[in-house]
């Protein structure tokens, strides 16, 4: 590595070790926050948004719900619903032959008339799956299943919820009270439906804990996993993974199926669940990544159809499972977003490029975890985002405020400048002119000179007030000598129209000489200009004709022209003048920008290297434009800036 290079990245370390202390501190305070539990709510809730902005999903086919409705409550006279009912129901779906009925209503009790019809019914039923509540609950029951069908064919109906009420994710398998494994209701439909396709339950490859079906293995929640932190990972749990869209699933009506007015197909090799939906009954179950006509509320069966469709859909069609990254990813994650916030300081020196900036990377998060949902990977977006405007807008204020100290510490030093400049022309070159002017006064014969001298003296002092005004004021004006002031936030064009104006009024030589003017002025865009810049090309044009003034001897032709020229905006000013290339000053006081050729086409001892030419060339770089001097055919000079019309700053 070069040595210039070398130096470089050293004090590149050394700033980052001395200024990155309280980014650190931001990053590793969300950290903890994150491990703390702390953002978890918000985890949680960004991951339901995230899920229900998903594209809408095709109907699943294979699933259909049979729902006894209020109306088939008030039509029974009675809740629970009779065995009765529930048996006929269950002997006209068989007629459809579906690959497995499964009643997500508990039967662990007779409810007559008709049980003993329900029990034939079970019995004779090889494709029936029932249900039971195998968890304990506050007061310690459970619920049993019904006992005419026998442990392969049922499945409990527990849930996990989270604080919040809301189920994001699905019991497949736990211990009941007696110690016995038990497989929930979902996991005994997915059995039974990918059965005939040789695709049997097995344990786990990568976790010997899970389980799988074929290649698919169904990955456990842990305490940890995504947004969670410590939460209760007991037993065999899956993330949820709703479908989306509006109809997920075929619905059915009791009465649609009593009366025949199904199509077969509907129902012939599909997975047929029954369940109440009824509010009244309560049979619900509250999901925020499902929305509905209740906000969050669905009923308990439509649940159990998500939980089922999630597992087959995973085995038969690669729909992606819900899976998370490990925690040492996770925190490399939040990590590299709070480095990226700190760095928008570093390399963005303006506030509203870090503001601009600070938007871009919180949109860019947000819109990969977004793509990841949708490949099935739930990643944490809540702790990026904070660590990201915790950064971000720290290090704006800072930099607002270190631009307001710097501001006022270049107004102080301008002011000394001024001050130190003053008193060098004052103990020098004025006190000379005084002099001069004392000894030309008391002559006997005053010099013609005279009026010239005691008018330099008065500018060289008026120039003195003018600049000190100018440095301490914060109105947005331009002082034209000690006659015009001219508010900066008027349109440019008129600005300029008016220094031309003034200019032309001045008591220089060669401007009386000039008989022919050819001006334009148009309306500029100044959309991307700050009021210095507007002052600036005020004192360039204002220059460039005062140079006119003074050098172009014998001038009778002057042309003004401020305008859009294609995408570039111009100023340029050409007279026809006989200038004295002799004189150094001629040049050095001009502005050019002109390459070392055409200086020399015009005398070749002759260097363009003026106060008012690096003026200009300065200006020009600020605006991204171009600066020259060349000659004007037959004679004269033309003098030209010229910049983009288009380009567009954040300053």
């Not at 070398?6 to 309280?22: C, F, I, M, N, Y």
């Not at 928008?344 to 975890?369: D, E, N, T, Y």
Request: aromatic share 8%; with cysteine.
């Amino acid at each position: 590595m070069k040595p210039d290079r070398w130096q470089a990245a050293k004090t590149e370390v050394t700033t980052w070790r001395r200024g990155s202390l309280p980014g650190l501190m931001v990053i590793v305070a969300v950290m903890m926050a994150r491990l703390s539990g702390a953002l978890q709510f918000w985890e949680l809730v960004t991951f339901d948004q995230f899920l229900r902005l998903r594209p809408p999903e095709p109907m699943d086919e294979r699933i259909v719900i049979v729902g006894i409705t209020e109306e088939d409550i008030q039509r029974a006279k009675t809740y629970p619903i009779p065995d009765r009912d529930i048996a006929d129901l269950l002997k006209r779906l068989q007629d459809y032959q579906p690959i497995a009925i499964g009643l997500d209503i508990v039967r662990d009790i007779p409810v007559e008339p008709g049980h003993a019809e329900l029990t034939s019914v079970f019995r004779s039923s090889k494709n029936a799956i029932g249900v039971e509540i195998a968890l304990r609950d506050r007061s310690g029951f459970t619920v049993e299943p019904p006992p005419a069908l026998p442990s392969e064919q049922v499945g409990f109906a527990d849930t996990i919820l989270d604080a919040d009420g809301y189920q994001r994710r699905s019991l497949l398998g736990a211990h009941n009270p007696q110690q016995d494994y038990r497989y929930s209701f979902t996991i005994r439909l997915a059995e039974r439906y990918l059965a005939p396709q040789k695709i049997k339950l097995g344990t786990g490859i990568r976790d010997q804990y899970a389980m799988r079906f074929g290649s698919i293995e169904l990955t456990r929640v842990q305490p940890n996993s995504g947004g969670y932190v410590g939460a209760d990972a007991d037993g065999n749990q899956i993330l949820l993974n709703v479908r989306s869209g509006k109809h997920p699933f075929r619905v059915l009506s009791v009465s649609q199926i009593k009366s025949g007015k199904v199509n077969p197909d509907w129902i012939r090799g599909k997975i047929v669940l029954i369940g109440i939906m009824s509010f009244s009954a309560k049979d619900l179950a509250s999901s925020g990544a499902i929305a509905g006509i209740n906000p969050g509320r669905i009923y308990g069966v439509e649940m159990q159809a998500h939980a089922t469709s999630q597992i087959i859909s995973a085995v038969l069609d690669g729909r992606p499972l819900l899976r998370v990254w490990a925690d040492g990813w996770e925190m490399l994650w939040i990590g590299a977003w709070g480095l990226l916030g700190m760095s928008l300081g570093r390399f963005l020196r303006s506030p509203w490029k870090i503001l601009l900036g600070l938007l871009v990377a919180s949109i860019s998060p947000i819109a990969i975890c977004y793509w990841l949902i949708l490949l099935g990977w739930w990643v944490p977006i809540v702790p990026v985002l904070l660590v990201l405007v915790l950064n971000g807008t720290g290090l704006m204020a800072a930099l607002f405020y270190r631009h307001e100290q710097e501001l006022r510490l270049r107004l102080e030093e301008r002011q000394f400048a001024i001050e130190q400049t003053f008193n060098a022309i004052h103990s020098g070159p004025l006190q000379t002119l005084v002099g001069i002017l004392r000894t030309a006064q008391g002559e006997a014969t005053p010099s013609p000179f005279l009026p010239e001298l005691q008018r330099l003296s008065q500018e060289l002092r008026a120039v003195y007030g003018s600049v000190q005004r100018d440095a301490i004021a914060d109105e947005p004006h331009l002082r034209m000598g000690s006659a015009i002031e001219l508010a900066l936030q008027a349109p440019l064009h008129e600005l300029l129209y008016k220094v031309y104006s003034n200019t032309l009024e001045q008591e220089l030589p060669y401007l009386k000489t000039i008989k022919f003017k050819i001006v334009q002025f148009d309306p500029l865009n100044t959309s991307h200009l700050r009021l210095e810049h507007k002052r600036g090309l005020c004192r360039f044009l204002e220059e460039a004709l005062c140079n006119v003034g003074k050098h172009a001897i014998e001038a009778t032709r002057l042309t003004v022209i401020c305008t859009q020229e294609g995408d570039r905006q111009v100023i340029r000013v050409a007279d026809n003048g006989r200038w004295k290339l002799s004189d150094t000053e001629a040049i050095n006081s001009a502005e050019t920008n002109c390459d070392k050729e055409i200086i020399e086409d015009i005398n070749p001892k002759l260097q363009p290297s003026g106060l008012g030419t690096q003026l200009a060339k300065n200006l020009a770089k600020q605006l991204g434009g171009t600066f020259r001097r060349y000659p004007n055919q037959p004679r004269g000079i033309v003098c030209e800036l010229t910049w983009s019309a288009k380009r567009r700053w954040i300053w």
